[in-house]
């Protein structure tokens, strides 16, 4: 880890001194410059004694000194770390800087009656009883969709709870390793399972914390297609250390296990279906959802065909649905889609047709 720190330091200094155009002491910078993936590569394979070197040269040598007092050299490792491992740390003013949890609320619905489809929001105790009453009504389905792409927590518990609604009795569904400690927070099932049909889980962005271990769970006991895009990669517990000045670092200093055995940090759960989506379009059908339903967002209109009729009367209204959906694009913006829901839908139907067969 140092020599990773050490490394970044020196190409923030040395990209700095490229761009100096006067001896003025460097500033405070939020994040280090990024080195191309040349420079990049080249810094990561140092070893130690040419990084300890690499110091010691530049404070002989630099033309500018002030730029490389210790307080700007344990700056520039800080600012380093925090682009290298992004949601590992972070410098906030307060400890009342804590980022708000989620307050998005569940819903649910049924596709074509029988695909269930639950967007689980935030993991908390009211919508837990949410998921409860839905899962109920969609025992008899034979697929349920879990949307986790509002979702995210800090509280590893309440994630477990979520999970054990899928998984098996008696199971890991993941643990919390700390540095130090003799022994991980181990989270296991101790209830049967209220759906036990196919399942898929959506994810994105951000999907973050506790969300991103039940999507490991439901991956690996459900055999769940993951669909969408990467979560967040923050699967971790943070501790607010005090700085003297006031200001707090925030640190990842747990790590959630998945049952596989690897660890959610920061890699991540990867898809196995990558749908791309805008977050300001994912956002809108969230939030109308709720008046209108997620099945505006996810299918088509149907369109007129031709037809003897119209053959008989001399029209085609194939094409005047056309030239009619041509005018109203004119008009106003056409409604969001939600293509990731819709490929979950489609590899529900996919697999239903292939176990008939």
């Known amino acids: 880890m140092?020599?990773?720190?050490?490394?970044?330091?020196?190409?923030?200094?040395?990209?700095?001194?490229?761009?100096?155009?006067?001896?003025?002491?460097?500033?405070?910078v939020a994040a280090s410059p990024t080195p191309t993936p040349a420079t990049q590569q080249l810094l990561d394979s140092l070893p130690q004694?040419?990084?300890?070197?690499?110091?010691?040269?530049?404070?002989?040598?630099?033309?500018?000194?002030?730029?490389l007092s210790e307080a700007e050299l344990n700056r520039a490792t800080l600012a380093g770390l925090l682009g290298r491992i992004p949601g590992a740390l972070a410098v906030v003013p307060t400890r009342e800087s804590s980022p708000a949890e989620s307050t998005a609320p569940f819903y649910g619905e049924v596709f074509e009656s029988r695909i269930g489809y639950v967007?689980?929001?935030?993991?908390?105790?009211?919508?837990?009883?949410?998921?409860?009453?839905?899962?109920?009504?969609?025992?008899?389905?034979?697929?349920?969709?879990?949307?986790?792409r509002d979702s995210t927590t800090s509280d590893f518990a309440a994630a477990a709870e979520f999970a054990k609604r899928f998984c098996p009795k008696g199971k890991t569904l993941f643990s919390v390793r700390k540095p130090g400690t003799r022994q991980d927070r181990v989270f296991t099932s101790d209830r049967d399972p209220v759906f036990q049909g196919l399942t898929t889980v959506l994810l994105?962005?951000?999907?973050?914390?506790?969300?991103?271990?039940?999507?490991?769970?439901?991956?690996?006991?459900?055999?769940?297609l993951a669909i969408g895009q990467i979560s967040a990669g923050r699967a971790v517990e943070y501790a607010d250390l005090p700085l003297p000045s006031g200001?707090?670092?925030?640190?990842?200093?747990?790590?959630?296990?998945?049952?596989?055995?690897?660890?959610?940090?920061?890699?991540?759960?990867?898809?196995?279906?990558?749908?791309?989506?805008?977050?300001?379009?994912?956002?809108?059908?969230?939030?109308?959802?709720?008046?209108?339903?997620m099945a505006p967002f996810v299918y088509e209109t149907e369109r007129p065909h031709l037809n003897e009729a119209a053959l008989i009367a001399g029209t085609n209204p194939e094409l005047e649905a056309a030239e009619a959906q041509r005018r109203a694009r004119a008009r106003e913006k056409q409604p969001a889609r939600d293509p990731v829901v819709q490929r979950a839908i489609d590899l529900v139907t996919s697999l239903e047709v292939y176990q008939k067969r």
């Open 119 to 148: 967007r689980l929001g935030a993991l908390t105790p009211a919508n837990l009883n949410e998921l409860d009453k839905k899962l109920t009504e969609m025992k008899k389905l034979g697929a349920v969709i879990v949307d986790l």
């Open 247 to 293: 200001a707090i670092l925030r640190v990842a200093s747990a790590e959630a296990i998945g049952p596989d055995g690897q660890s959610l940090f920061p890699a991540g759960v990867k898809p196995d279906l990558p749908v791309e989506m805008a977050m300001v379009d994912k956002r809108q059908i969230f939030q109308l959802s709720a008046q209108k339903g």
């Open 49 to 67: 004694g040419d990084l300890a070197a690499a110091i010691n040269l530049l404070k002989a040598n630099f033309v500018n000194r002030d730029a």
């Open 2 to 28: 140092f020599s990773r720190a050490a490394a970044t330091a020196i190409s923030v200094l040395l990209i700095a001194s490229a761009a100096a155009q006067t001896p003025a002491p460097l500033r405070p």
């Open 204 to 224: 994105d962005k951000e999907t973050a914390g506790g969300a991103e271990a039940l999507a490991a769970a439901l991956r690996f006991y459900n055999r769940a």
